[in-house]
């Protein structure tokens, strides 16, 4: 009997160090993930003073570039082979290029304005290909941690947890620290909290290569090249619709993100708002997402992912009828970010499931592709959110420059902020009414489980 508790003691011990390890690596994304979401369009318009079109060209031509890139970590990953793993050797190699290129893409050097616009080009690329030698990993190893899809839930929620803790944590204290360490001047600041920020990352992803382990891990999966790899994903369709939804989702969180500090400071005429809504954007998430493991088991994947969705859209319709009024403002921030913080946590463990449903469809087991379209997607609507705002910006002759904005500038501020980001969250409702994957996913694991077995059994006779 004591040999017995023993051991489960052992078997939770090790469940929650995974747990944990893997929510560090999101934790340590979010860092630098934050920074890019709520200031990076404010600090290439404002403190290195480019012009808000120019910032909108250079995301779309990155993304070019990622789309490119993204597919070749991807299926790097999946021909990775090492004693440490396929996915967890990446975190090993990536975590201090991962910070260096943060520390670089927020420093500002004394140079011509064609310079500097030359220097965001390349740090910027160099800091999105960084992200995704560390951010898609996490994606592509959940499958290989567990085959259980409550595991699966909990795993991501624990990731969650931490990325949401880390962006609280941006959130609360980041533009302050800039303030703070720069004394007015915010090249300073934004360079040395990088610096810190990007080192803190570096450390965490080391801790998470040393914490999780790749247990699910099927080396016996059909060996593809990358054209048929790549193929695969077309006789998938819950990742079909899983990938479209992608944009819907994520140009909806960039556009508003990026629109934050513009709204409550020229619109509602309050920066201090905008640290207190930013704030309540991350903390409130953190907390609502520990919901997700229970409601996942009784809704469904699916079910929830809508149902957060919606409470996210009621949220941001409050914020829009409330409009100067602090106390409307703050009741709709927290139910938006209730929404979003269960919505975007379901999202990351149903980013694992249709690598099962691929592998059963097709016989091609493509983790790593799979999560770097994925990851590439994410770009191209951060792409979108850039490119929209930008213009946005410019056709509302934004100003920096100017203590008030025309009426044309707050109404493109709004529509960032409030209008677009509606109009996807209705989108994505109307996708996600078609993935079906949930009702399939028991009988898709068991066929799964039996072909490795009789693959094995082959094997050794």
């Known amino acids: ?38 200031y990076l369009l404010y600090f290439y318009t404002d403190v290195m003073k480019l012009s808000a079109i120019d910032i909108a060209a250079m995301f779309v031509v990155c993304r070019f570039i990622d789309a490119i890139t993204d597919v070749l970590v991807g299926f790097a990953i999946d021909k990775t082979h090492s004693r440490w793993g396929k996915s967890r050797p990446w975190f090993l190699f990536g975590a201090f290029p991962f910070a260096l290129a943060a520390f670089l893409a927020f420093s500002v050097p004394d140079i011509s304005p064609d310079g500097k616009l030359t220097y965001a080009y390349a740090t910027y690329i160099f800091l999105s290909f960084m992200y995704t ?82 247990t699910n891990l099927q080396e016996t999966e059909k060996s593809a090249t990358l054209k048929e790899t790549v193929a695969s994903l077309a006789h998938n369709t819950p990742w079909k619709l899983f990938a479209l939804n992608i944009l819907f989702m994520w140009t909806g969180f960039f556009i508003q993100s990026s ?62 009828l409330a409009d100067l009024s602090t106390n409307g403002i703050l009741a709709g921030a927290f139910i938006s970010a209730a929404g979003y913080g269960v919505k975007e946590s379901i999202y990351f463990s149903m980013q694992a499931d249709p690598v099962d449903y691929g592998e059963w469809k097709t016989g091609v087991q493509a983790a790593g592709t799979l999560s770097s379209v994925n990851g590439f997607l994410g770009k191209v609507s951060q792409a979108l959110a850039g490119g929209l705002s ?49 009702q399939q996913f028991p009988q898709i694991q068991a066929e799964l489980e039996e072909r ?10």
């Open 1 to 38: 009997m004591s040999s017995l508790f023993s051991s489960n003691k052992t078997l939770a011990g090790a469940l929650y160090k995974q747990r944990f390890g893997y929510g560090l690596g999101d934790f340590a994304c979010n860092l630098i993930w934050q920074v890019i979401s709520l």
């Open 133 to 214: 030698v560390v951010n898609i990993p996490l994606a592509s190893i959940l499958p290989a941690l567990t085959s259980d899809m409550h595991e699966r839930t909990v795993l991501a929620t624990w990731r969650k947890f931490l990325a949401f803790l880390g962006a609280t944590i941006v959130s609360a204290t980041a533009f302050k620290l800039v303030e703070m360490i720069g004394q007015g001047d915010e090249v300073l600041g934004f360079r040395v909290v990088m610096g810190i920020f990007g080192l803190v990352g570096c450390l965490c992803f080391l801790l998470t290569f040393a914490l999780v382990r790749e």
């Open 390 to 438: 930008g213009v946005l910006l410019a056709w509302g002759s934004y100003d920096a420059s100017a203590a008030v904005q025309t009426a044309d500038s707050l109404l493109a501020i709004k529509a960032m902020y409030l209008y677009l980001p509606m109009a996807l969250l209705i989108c994505s409702i109307i996708i996600m009414s078609f993935y079906r994957l949930d």
């Open 259 to 320: 629109a934050l500090v513009y709204y409550y400071k020229y619109y509602v005429g309050s920066t201090e708002m905008a640290s207190v809504v930013a704030t309540i954007m991350s903390l409130v998430p953190m907390v609502a997402n520990l919901t997700v493991p229970f409601l996942a088991k009784r809704l469904g994947k699916r079910n929830l992912y809508s149902l957060s969705a919606a409470v996210q859209f009621f949220g941001l319709v409050i914020i829009m």
């Open 452 to 461: 490795r077995r009789n693959a094995k059994a082959a094997q050794e006779a």
